[in-house]
């Protein structure tokens, strides 16, 4: 077993540690979601709202592993495997720095949770950007169109561009510290752009492509 596979599992197995340590500290409703200005506007049961994200985590675990044993294409994956296992480790690190403001929250801590949440997004933007860049034609992981899947130069123009503008997404997603009720714009209205872009892009080149 791979190293990253190993301190995922100890992540998993530790956030449900945590959640039976501090289940008879918490509030029967607990925390669950917040909008884009801070508010909570959602509540789970605490039984929920601590084993509901380790649960997905374990999922989520169980079908990243799988991808690569059943994709059609899977040694195309193995060529990019190490920033594949880096992006399934910091994604379960991701769920692991949620889980934790939500139990913090609920002990009565307050804070700006889209303030918390902005570098760990910026963070994960900008990784997704360099996993792109680096991914091969597969049927799972990527800007998958009809068009990227259909041709090889179509799927490497696509994801060298790509790759530069989830990575751009990143830095951008930063700005939210400094823009207090923009901070999920500035997220989720690039990665719109993104993907329509892309989507687009690569639509366009296969055309060109077709042509030539």
Known sequence: MQKNQLITI???LLSFAIGIYF???????????WNI????????????????????????????ILIPKIDPLKSNIEKFRKYYDGFILLMMLFFFYIYL???FWSLGYRFNMGQFMIPA???LFYYCGILVENAEKNWFIGI?????????SVWKKTHKLGGKLFKINGLIA????????????????PA????LYTALYSYLEYQKEKKS
Request: aromatic share 22%; charged share 10%.
């Open 10 to 12: 100890f992540i998993i």
């Open 192 to 195: 719109i752009f993104i993907a």
């Open 37 to 64: 200005y801070g508010e909570v506007d959602g509540y789970m049961s605490k039984c929920w709202g601590l084993f509901f994200m380790p649960i997905l985590s374990v999922f989520l675990f169980l079908l990243f």
């Open 174 to 189: 930063f700005l939210g510290l400094f823009f207090g009720q923009w901070a999920f714009s500035l997220v989720i209205v």
């Open 23 to 33: 289940y008879p500290q918490m509030p029967e409703a607990m925390a669950s979601h």
């Open 101 to 103: 403001l939500t139990i």
């Open 144 to 152: 998958r169109t009809p068009w990227t899947l259909s041709s090889d």
């Open 121 to 123: 997004m910026g963070v």
